[in-house]
Each structure stands twice: as structure tokens, then as C-alpha cells.
């Protein structure tokens, strides 16, 4: 049994109300809520051992880098890698994906060289090769979506056949909620000698990710949407790929040593952290990556199915809703799209929180996506482990009454 009661008392902001109603937080795609191990960790730092990294002999100095580097060290661990120094403590999943466009893309790319993406990418993972473009002129291919939102992998087969530089794509789709089966797709593309770069924004705190499983070569994930916090992320990549990059941003921190016409960069993981990084952001993160641990991937991921398949069945039942995405729970992660007849997602979403739910209402960062799908916004419930069904049957009512209150 999954006690969630027990979970959710770990989370203060679930207790609170909004607009006189209690929380019903179902907006988890967009960011998690943080438990209060992980707050404290944050505050405990700054109350403690808060000092620059890596510059200073003073004790504090020490103390800081050293909760600095164990949580690079956890963050390994997480994703099942050998060496710490392959990961790179970034801001978010878009400074990851843009750290390989610029670092890797502008060194080894050619003019003309293809990329191919999916048509259910984030504009994270959309818009840096779009600038790389600019100067490369990337010839920049979409892998097509079939009618129930799965990757057509034929007609990915076929664009890897024609041996592109890159094939970056996203483990769950933040739209359609599609896991990718990474597994095929990483085989396949490595057999025709295609870098794959993975965006794990919306699989790593629900279904983790294992870098020794999937042998990716690049691996992009945001510490705000698995229970940290905001503000820190981070690029994983074969340290064989990262010794042959070039530092995406300069100053501070990455270099061994600098005269007035040159500079010598330093090692990795140092070379890609230019300046004073967000220090307290990655000792939350291990804090979160602790949390994560203690509840176990393996029990989020089927009770976050379990909730999954629970609002499917109770969405699909109401007049005019279409979910977008595959009508299967299991080939999901834990959020569910869906346009209501007739109703703007944004006025659903408005009075939804009248009732104290959050969804999200829009295109969610991926526009393409919605001109394809021939709709200009959708609304989406996202789940983390700490929701409940009771919390679904809110929004199911809520989505009744917003009907009653707009349908003409
Ligand atoms: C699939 C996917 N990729 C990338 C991102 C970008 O994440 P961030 O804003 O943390 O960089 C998101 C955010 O929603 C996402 O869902």
C-alpha cells in the first residue's frame, strides 16, 4: 500500500488553502512541490556553511564545496553514473540542451549537417538548434507523431538512415505524455553512428533515468521538477564527449590558467561552471534526490500510473473532453492533456482555481506541437506521488461545473 497521507505530510504548501478551497496541486509538469527536507537543506546552507566553493582554505569555503561535490556525487548515483565528474550543474533543462547546441554543435557540426528532433519536443529542445541554425544552416528534421501521439518509428528509422549529426528527443513528452521507448530508439541510432541526446525533464523524478541502461551520450534534467529547487539542473554526458567540448560560458571557476591573449581551460566537470554556481540549489537537489530515494522510483512510478489510468477513466467518460496522447496509462508519465468542446482552457484553468486546483492552460512550450495537432492550447493535469484521488474526482467536478457555468 502506498500511504500518500503519510508523503503528503512532508510537503507544507499541500496544506494550504487557495481561494478558501484546500490545494489541489495538479500542475507538476510545470514544477514539483518541495518536501521539507529539501527546504531545510536549502536553509540550513545559508544558516550554516554558506561560503563560495572551491576558492577559499577557510573552513566554510570547505564545507560548502564539500556539500557542493556530494551532491554532484548523488546526482551521479541517481542516474546510475560511474564517474561524477561527467555531470555538469547547470540552471535548468534548457541551459543543459543549449550548453551541447553551443559547446558541441558549433565545434563539430558542419554547415548543412542534419539534426533530428520529434514533432513532440519542447521548445527547450527546439529553439537552440533553430539559433545554431542561423550559422550552420542545420538542416533540422522532425521525427512525425502518429494519430495517438506515439513516435512514428519507421519514419524515425528512416531519418537515422540518413545518418544525421545528432538525434536529440525527449523521454516523456510534456504534452501527449509519451514515454519514448529509449531503449530501440538509442540502439538504433547508435548502429547508424548517431549521437542522441535525451531530455529526462519529464521522466527522471517519475520513472528515473539509468545512463548505463539507455546509453545516451547527452542527458539534460531540471532539479525543480523532481522535488528541488529551482534554479539548478543538469547535463550529463560521456566524459569522452565533454573532454572534447569547448566551455559554453567563460570566467570564474573554469579555467587552469589565464594570460592577457590566452587562457587554458580546466578539467570537467569545472570547465562548463564558469562564476559562482548555484551552490544551495544542488545541496537541495541531493537533498530532493534523498527524498526521491526514500519514497523509490519504482513505487512513484506505479502509483503514479495507478492515478494516471484513475483520471483517464474518469476524463474520458465526460461529454466533449478529448484527451491528447495515448489512451494507455502505462505508455504515460503521470499527466494527461485534453481539449474541452466548446470551453478555452485558460477560462477552465480560471475556474478550476476558483475551486483551489492548478492545472496548466496554453501551448506549454511546444507550439509546433499544437499547430499540428490543429489546436492553439490545451489544458493539463500533471501528477506527482503526493496527489490523490480524491484530489482527481475535485477536477473531474470542477470540469462539470465549469461546463455548467460556460457551455452555451
Ligand atoms: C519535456 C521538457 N523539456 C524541457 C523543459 C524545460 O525545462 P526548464 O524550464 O526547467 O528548463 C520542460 C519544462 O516543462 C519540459 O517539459
Redesign the pocket.
Known amino acids: 500500500m502506498f500511504d500518500v497521507q503519510k508523503f503528503r505530510k512532508d510537503f507544507p504548501i499541500l496544506s494550504r488553502e487557495v481561494r478558501g478551497r484546500p490545494l489541489a496541486y495538479l500542475d507538476n509538469?510545470?514544477?514539483t512541490q518541495k518536501p521539507r527536507s529539501v527546504i531545510r537543506s536549502v536553509s540550513r546552507f545559508y544558516q550554516k556553511c554558506n561560503a563560495n566553493i572551491h576558492r577559499g582554505i577557510h573552513s566554510l569555503s570547505e564545507e560548502a564545496t564539500l556539500a557542493y561535490e556530494k551532491a554532484r556525487k548523488k546526482t551521479a548515483q541517481f542516474i546510475g553514473a560511474d564517474d561524477a565528474r561527467e555531470i555538469i550543474f547547470v540552471?535548468?533543462?534548457?541551459?543543459?540542451?543549449n550548453l551541447v547546441a553551443f559547446s558541441w554543435g558549433k565545434r563539430f557540426f558542419k554547415d548543412g549537417d542534419a539534426v533530428v528532433l520529434t514533432e513532440m519536443?519542447?521548445?527547450?529542445?527546439i529553439i537552440p538548434w533553430l539559433i545554431l541554425s542561423q550559422e550552420k544552416h542545420l538542416n533540422i528534421k522532425y521525427a512525425r507523431i502518429d494519430s495517438q501521439g506515439y513516435l512514428d518509428l519507421n519514419h524515425l528509422w528512416g531519418l537515422l538512415d540518413a545518418h544525421p549529426s545528432l538525434l536529440s528527443l525527449?523521454?516523456?513528452?510534456?504534452v501527449l505524455g509519451t514515454i519514448n521507448p529509449l531503449g530501440q530508439i538509442i540502439k538504433r541510432a547508435h548502429e547508424k553512428g548517431v549521437l542522441v541526446l535525451v531530455?529526462a525533464?519529464?521522466s527522471v523524478g517519475h520513472l528515473g533515468f539509468n545512463v548505463k541502461k539507455y546509453r545516451a551520450d547527452f542527458l539534460?534534467f531540471?532539479g525543480?521538477?523532481m522535488l528541488g529547487p529551482?534554479g539548478i539542473?543538469v547535463l550529463w554526458a560521456k566524459r569522452e564527449h565533454l573532454e572534447k567540448m569547448m566551455p559554453f560560458l567563460g570566467g570564474g571557476g573554469m579555467i587552469d590558467e589565464v594570460y592577457w591573449q590566452r587562457f587554458t581551460p580546466n578539467r570537467c566537470p569545472e570547465k562548463f561552471e564558469a562564476g559562482t554556481p548555484n551552490i544551495a540549489g544542488a545541496v537541495g537537489l541531493g537533498a530532493a534526490i534523498d527524498y526521491l530515494d526514500f519514497v523509490g522510483l519504482e513505487r512513484i512510478y506505479k502509483y503514479e500510473e495507478e492515478l494516471t489510468s484513475y483520471a483517464l477513466q474518469k476524463l474520458t467518460r465526460l461529454d466533449g473532453l478529448k484527451i491528447i496522447g495515448p489512451e494507455n496509462s502505462v505508455d504515460r508519465g503521470a499527466l494527461i492533456s485534453f481539449s474541452l468542446a466548446g470551453i478555452h482552457p485558460h477560462d477552465l484553468a480560471t475556474i478550476l482555481d476558483e475551486q483551489g486546483i492548478a492545472i496548466r492552460s496554453g501551448h506549454?512550450?511546444a507550439m509546433p506541437l499544437h499547430q499540428k495537432l490543429g489546436i492553439p492550447a490545451s489544458a493539463r493535469a500533471s501528477f506527482c506521488f503526493y496527489n490523490t484521488k480524491k484530489e482527481i474526482d475535485r477536477l473531474i467536478e470542477g470540469i462539470r461545473k465549469a461546463r455548467q457555468l460556460l457551455d452555451r
Open positions: 509538469a510545470a514544477t540552471r535548468n533543462t534548457t541551459e543543459a540542451i519536443e519542447h521548445h527547450a529542445n525527449t523521454h516523456v513528452s510534456n531530455d525533464a519529464q539534460a531540471s525543480h521538477k529551482t539542473g506549454h512550450c
